[in-house]
């Protein structure tokens, strides 16, 4: 740990350096804690880059929390279809619309307030509390834990909770007080530029001076790995019908979707949004989804449709490996089952639909070309 001098030292060249060499991002022009809270749920699962146009046209759409606390929340999804982790939409307008009922419309300044938000945790509320308002609070997540386990040498798994903990402690420690705020921004640079996961680039370092892990010729190989979560494979078949106007079906976001889902829970996998419908398989797939679609389509004249595989999908969620399975199926005239909605196949997206559901439209229009060429 630095204190004294060299605590000034090291804050006062991490922030010279931040401020010379910062980049410059949409949500670092303002202040407005509202563009702050959705830019740091946006960069939880995602990319700088990739990022910025959806967060832009999100604020088009959705320029303040009462805007957004009052939308349809299929329109909120819609905004957010193709970011994934759609639980961080729907957290992000239950939390708006939270704000709206209990705050007057005003985002929290208290950070237990703003704890209780959906969506929000220690990380989030900090960013948002030190940006916004100034206060000092320490953001730790996993990249800026990788900068501190590199400045002070420190090995094994990061998020044990005791090394988590001195984490935190050294976070707090370092916060530069008068500017926690740019002092939590500079560090997120530092992790996201120099001192990324790979190649530390320790040669162009404003604070290699300071630190532990350069020192000692480790700071490649920190943090140390953690024990991985074993892959799960899982095999899902799709039904794609296509009527001669090339119209589809897609089934509504289920309601009732478990907490605790098993590896291959279909709604889960289709991040409870409009989907085509889908079951898992573990034998022969279309037996089974053929089984699936009597029940749909029960009462409707031809229930022995005929199946046409179109190809293969992957997919990985978080510890899932996922192999889709679509088959197109052509109808003269699309079944009517409840609840679903009829939409061009080659533009579903005007529903909110995952990333998994609009590849498997691509492959269904893919096989359908391929068969007509
Ligand atoms: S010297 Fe290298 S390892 Fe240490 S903080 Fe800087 S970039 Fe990271």
Same mark, same amino acid.
């Given at each position: 740990?630095?204190?004294?001098?060299?605590?000034?030292?090291?804050?006062?060249?991490?922030?010279?350096?931040?401020?010379?060499?910062? @980049?410059?991002? #949409?949500?670092?022009?303002?202040?407005?804690?509202?563009?702050?809270? *959705?830019?740091?749920?946006?960069?939880?699962?995602? +990319?700088?880059?990739?990022?910025?146009?959806?967060?832009?046209?999100?604020?088009?759409?959705? #320029?303040?929390?009462?805007? /957004?606390?009052?939308?349809?929340?299929?329109?909120?999804?819609?905004?957010?279809?193709?970011?994934?982790?759609?639980?961080?939409?729907?957290?992000?307008?239950?939390?708006?619309?939270?704000?709206?009922?209990?705050?007057?419309?005003?985002?929290?300044?208290?950070?237990?307030?703003?704890?209780?938000?959906?969506?929000?945790?220690?990380?989030?509320?900090?960013?948002?509390?030190?940006?916004?308002?100034?206060?000092?609070?320490?953001?730790?997540?996993? =990249?800026?834990? @990788?900068?501190?386990? @590199?400045?002070?040498?420190? @090995?094994?798994?990061?998020?044990?909770?005791?090394?988590?903990?001195?984490?935190?402690?050294?976070?707090?420690?370092? /916060?530069? &007080?008068?500017? &926690?705020?740019?002092?939590?921004?500079?560090?997120?640079?530092?992790?996201?530029?120099?001192?990324?996961?790979?190649?530390?680039?320790?040669?162009?370092?404003?604070?290699?001076?300071?630190?532990?892990?350069?020192?000692?010729?480790?700071?490649?190989?920190?943090?140390?790995?953690?024990?991985?979560?074993?892959?799960?494979?899982?095999? *899902?078949? $799709?039904?794609?019908?296509?009527?001669?106007?090339?119209?589809? !079906?897609?089934?509504?976001?289920?309601?009732?979707?478990?907490?605790?889902?098993?590896?291959?829970?279909? &709604?889960?996998?289709?991040?409870?949004?409009?989907?085509?419908?889908?079951?898992?398989?573990?034998?022969? &797939?279309?037996?089974?989804?053929? $089984?699936? *679609?009597?029940? /749909?389509?029960?009462?409707?004249?031809?229930?022995? /449709? +005929?199946?046409?595989?179109?190809?293969?999908?992957?997919?990985?969620?978080?510890?899932?490996?996922?192999?889709?399975?679509?088959? +197109? !199926?052509?109808?003269?005239?699309?079944?009517? !089952?409840?609840?679903?909605?009829?939409? #061009?196949?080659?533009?579903?997206?005007?529903?909110?639909?995952? =990333?998994?559901?609009?590849?498997?439209?691509?492959?269904?229009?893919?096989?359908?070309?391929?068969?007509?060429?």
């Amino acid at each position: 740990m630095l204190h004294g001098r060299e605590l000034a030292t090291f804050r006062k060249r991490l922030l010279g350096w931040f401020r010379q060499f910062r @980049r410059d991002l #949409p949500w670092r022009r303002t202040e407005d804690p509202y563009r702050i809270w *959705l830019s740091e749920i946006m960069l939880q699962q995602t +990319r700088v880059a990739a990022a910025i146009p959806y967060y832009e046209r999100f604020l088009e759409r959705f #320029p303040d929390i009462q805007t /957004l606390a009052a939308a349809p929340q299929g329109e909120v999804l819609r905004f957010w279809s193709g970011l994934g982790y759609y639980s961080r939409a729907r957290n992000l307008q239950k939390a708006a619309q939270r704000i709206v009922a209990k705050h007057g419309g005003q985002f929290p300044t208290r950070a237990d307030d703003v704890l209780a938000l959906p969506g929000i945790g220690n990380y989030t509320a900090a960013a948002i509390l030190s940006i916004a308002f100034g206060e000092k609070h320490a953001v730790l997540d996993g =990249n800026v834990a @990788r900068v501190l386990a @590199r400045l002070g040498a420190i @090995r094994g798994d990061l998020r044990e909770s005791q090394t988590w903990k001195e984490l935190q402690k050294n976070a707090n420690a370092y /916060l530069h &007080p008068k500017v &926690p705020g740019d002092w939590n921004q500079a560090m997120m640079e530092l992790g996201a530029t120099l001192c990324t996961p790979k190649s530390p680039q320790c040669l162009l370092c404003p604070v290699s001076q300071f630190c532990e892990g350069r020192k000692l010729g480790i700071a490649e190989c920190l943090p140390e790995k953690r024990k991985k979560r074993a892959t799960v494979e899982v095999t *899902l078949a $799709a039904a794609i019908f296509a009527d001669e106007n090339n119209r589809t !079906i897609l089934l509504p976001p289920p309601v009732h979707a478990k907490e605790r889902a098993s590896a291959d829970h279909v &709604p889960t996998l289709v991040s409870k949004m409009w989907h085509f419908p889908t079951v898992s398989v573990n034998g022969d &797939p279309a037996t089974k989804l053929r $089984a699936c *679609l009597r029940e /749909l389509v029960r009462g409707q004249g031809d229930e022995n /449709l +005929r199946l046409a595989p179109s190809g293969k999908v992957r997919h990985a969620v978080t510890y899932r490996d996922i192999t889709i399975l679509p088959f +197109r !199926i052509h109808v003269k005239k699309l079944p009517r !089952i409840k609840g679903a909605q009829q939409v #061009p196949l080659r533009d579903i997206s005007i529903l909110p639909v995952s =990333n998994l559901t609009r590849k498997v439209a691509h492959a269904a229009l893919a096989a359908a070309a391929h068969l007509s060429d």
